[in-house]
């Protein structure tokens, strides 16, 4: 696991006894997170890539089963569970916006769950620019002409990206595609999450690092 999910784990499990101590649930000497130090912050060197290889990368993105979600992560500055549970009906694409309000993850014993963004920032709109428009344009008449050739084995789930039949996307799936895409084409390493900073490294070129903060919520 990593540093960050270490110190999570331990700061949850020192919750949950503590309270459980104040509770007389049991005996404060018998407290098992007592006398575990908690693991030391590291911290990590954070990979960005140059504009060059994001640029390089959304060509590549064409040759792709899941280009168009590398490329709208790259252009929104989306969170992977805001993008699988993005659908439609929070998509205006004659204004070119878009409403971050729905998360899709899978959970084991639950399999995929739909649930809130994270934070109360992180319910947001944002502004699509014209090439990202033009992505989805693309990508809902993938699905109209999907929906004509399949007919009844055509799953009409209301989500922007999914499966050619119409299911959802799995989150986990598109995470593996991508690191196996960084490795096949010698990319420099880049985590899928990292799309968020390569869209913040193109926006902070023409528009202000508060409208970016925003837009990443």
Not at 76 to 95: F, H, N, P, Q, Y
Not at 166 to 181: E, K, M, N, R, W
């Amino acid at each position: 696991l990593s540093n960050t999910t270490s110190l999570h784990l331990h700061r949850l499990l020192r919750t949950a006894f503590n309270w459980a101590v104040d509770a007389d649930l049991i005996g404060a000497g018998n407290n098992p997170i007592a006398k575990v130090k908690a693991p030391k912050k590291v911290d990590s060197e954070l990979v960005i890539w140059e504009e060059e290889t994001i640029h390089d990368f959304l060509g590549l993105c064409d040759q792709h089963i899941y280009g168009d979600v590398f490329s709208f992560a790259i252009r929104t500055g989306m969170r992977r569970s805001e993008i699988c549970g993005l659908k439609w009906d929070a998509v205006d694409l004659e204004s070119g916006r878009l409403e971050v309000k729905a998360t899709l993850q899978r959970l084991k014993g639950h399999g995929l769950v739909t649930g809130t963004p994270k934070t109360e920032r992180s319910c947001r709109n944002i502004a699509l620019a014209p090439e990202t428009v033009e992505l989805l344009r693309d990508v809902r008449g993938a699905q109209i002409l999907a929906k004509m050739e399949l007919g009844p084995l055509w799953q009409d789930t209301g989500f922007v990206f999914t499966h050619p039949n119409g299911t959802p996307l799995i989150p986990d799936q598109i995470t593996q595609d991508f690191a196996s895409v960084i490795k096949r084409f010698d990319l420099p390493h880049l985590t899928f999450h990292g799309l968020r900073h390569a869209f913040a490294t193109l926006a902070l070129k023409n528009i202000s690092p508060k409208i970016v903060s925003h837009a990443l919520g």
